[in-house]
């Protein structure tokens, strides 16, 4: 594959799991400055664009739900209305936690495989477990870091 090819295909790649791009419909990407993050979250992530998260991630809207501390009716109800900011912040997180995930695993398939193996470092539970905090999502972030670096996790 020449060097032209290769970045094609690594750029397309990375557009294919934008997580964040997705769940913003367009409005931020993985490049996005921190500050239009937070003025993003000022005004909240449509309910559609949690659903649109959850199909990229391969989740139902009761997992996605459940990683926010939320119920699945309401981002089921009007979709066009926007989460507050503190649930806009968690989701920002997920989709990013998303993106870490899929880089490290090669693929959504294996990510969630891993996220629904139970670990020891989280007392024999799934990581998806502790998904909905973020110290859950921290742990989750430190123990695939651990992995990168062969560490055992």
């Given at each position: 594959m020449s060097e032209r090819n290769m970045a094609e295909f690594q750029a397309s790649n990375t557009s294919k799991c934008d997580f964040l791009s997705v769940v913003t419909q367009g409005e931020?990407?993985?490049?996005?400055?921190?500050?239009?993050?937070?003025?993003f979250t000022n005004t909240g992530v449509t309910k559609?664009?949690?659903?649109?998260?959850?199909?990229?991630?391969?989740?139902?809207?009761e997992v996605i739900a459940q990683s926010l501390n939320t119920t699945s009716g309401m981002l089921i109800r009007h979709?066009?209305?926007?989460?507050?900011?503190?649930?806009?912040?968690n989701v920002l997180d997920i989709a990013k936690l998303g993106q870490f995930g899929v880089k490290y695993f090669g693929n959504i398939e294996n990510f969630n495989c891993w996220l629904d193996t139970p670990i020891l470092l989280f007392n024999g539970e799934p990581p998806r477990r502790y998904m909905n905090?973020?110290?859950?999502?921290?742990?989750?972030?430190?123990?695939?870091?651990?992995?990168?670096y062969s560490y055992t996790a």
């Open positions: 931020l990407t993985t490049f996005s400055n921190p500050l239009a993050e937070i003025n559609a664009g949690v659903c649109s998260l959850a199909d990229s991630l391969n989740w139902s809207v979709k066009s209305k926007r989460l507050n900011k503190q649930l806009s912040d905090s973020i110290r859950g999502r921290e742990l989750i972030k430190q123990t695939v870091n651990k992995l990168k």
